[in-house]
């Protein structure tokens, strides 16, 4: 591969279920490949949607998923890795369901439970521009595991919902924990998903997360009925709809990514 490259491992992570943790990990991982990045997908969800999404296996068929990776030698770690993908330039190391079991065993049995990612995950940088980490909807070791493992993590939040911001001082709790052990993890921010600024509760979310988590990444991604027809084409929302609002937002969302973590942004499309 070419020269070294200055890896940003970044965990996309809320243990609420369905606020929008998948469909950012798929559409950044896709725009950052368009415009030519190196990126690789970690998905550590047992649902393993992210895998269904963009995997051109079906992940039960993968003999090496996260949870082998956990759970076995680094030597196995070429295995795990899937260059090919629906998604230009972005591999993937898939999730399965017997991510579950990893994780009862990575507790019983490993010498740093939290780290074990981490330490599958080092041989690789330089050789990705970004790894995106899929978290679960948990606040359990898996998670633990991806935190542990990033330089950076960002909060989606369904600010569409009056609930959104529901648990996340307990994640951010968590997070200060897993600072004692990865103490130069970065908060990108928080992405509000599903955002209306016409709505009253959409406004009441995004106060509430300025005022208790302080940093809101400013791309608002709008509600569309295209992100479950791509996920359902195995699609980016570039591939379905270039034009659409919601892929505008992506690209932005791409676009600050790289500008706050201080790529330079010549890369060209398609190199
Ligand atoms: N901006 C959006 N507009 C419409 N539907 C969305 C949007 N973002 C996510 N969804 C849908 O909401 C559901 C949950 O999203 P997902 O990304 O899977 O969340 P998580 O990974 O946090 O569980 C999925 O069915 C997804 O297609
Ligand atoms: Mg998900």
Redo the contacts with the bound molecule.
């Keep these: 591969m070419s020269t070294e490259k200055a890896t940003k491992i970044i965990a996309v992570t ?1 243990h ?11 559409n950044l991982a896709a725009e950052l490949g368009r415009l030519g990045w190196q990126v690789l997908v970690v998905d550590l ?1 047992p ?1 393993a ?2 895998s269904l999404h963009i995997g051109k296996k079906h992940p039960s068929e993968v003999k090496v998923s996260c949870a082998e990776l956990l759970a076995l030698d680094i030597a196995k770690l070429p295995l795990a890795i899937h260059d090919e993908t629906h998604l230009e330039n972005v591999s993937l190391i898939y999730g399965s369901l017997t991510l579950g079991k990893a994780e009862d065993d990575l507790k019983e049995s490993a010498p740093r439970p939290s780290e074990e990612l981490k330490t599958k995950l080092e041989p690789l940088i330089g050789l990705y521009d970004f790894i995106l980490i ?1 978290c679960p ?1 948990s606040l359990k070791l898996l998670t633990s595991n991806a935190l542990a493992a990033a330089t950076h993590f960002m909060i ?1 939040v ?1 600010s569409g919902s009056q609930y959104g911001m529901y648990g996340v001082t307990d994640l951010m709790r968590h997070v200060d924990k897993i600072r004692r052990i990865n103490p130069n993890l970065t908060f990108l921010g928080t992405l509000l ?2 955002h209306d600024e016409r709505q009253t509760v959409c406004k009441l979310i995004e106060n509430a997360a300025q005022e208790q988590i302080g940093k809101l990444i400013p791309v608002r ?8 027809q791509a ?1 359902m084409a195995q699609l980016s929302l570039f591939d379905l709809d270039k034009n659409a609002r ?1 892929t505008k937002e992506f690209q932005r969302l791409a676009a600050f990514m790289v500008s706050e973590l201080g790529l330079k942004q010549e890369v060209k499309h398609g190199s």
């Design positions: 809320n609420k279920g369905g606020c929008g943790k998948t469909t950012t990990v798929v969800d649902q949607n992210a899929d909807p989606p369904e998903i599903r991604i709008p509600t569309s009925t295209k992100v479950n996920a919601i």
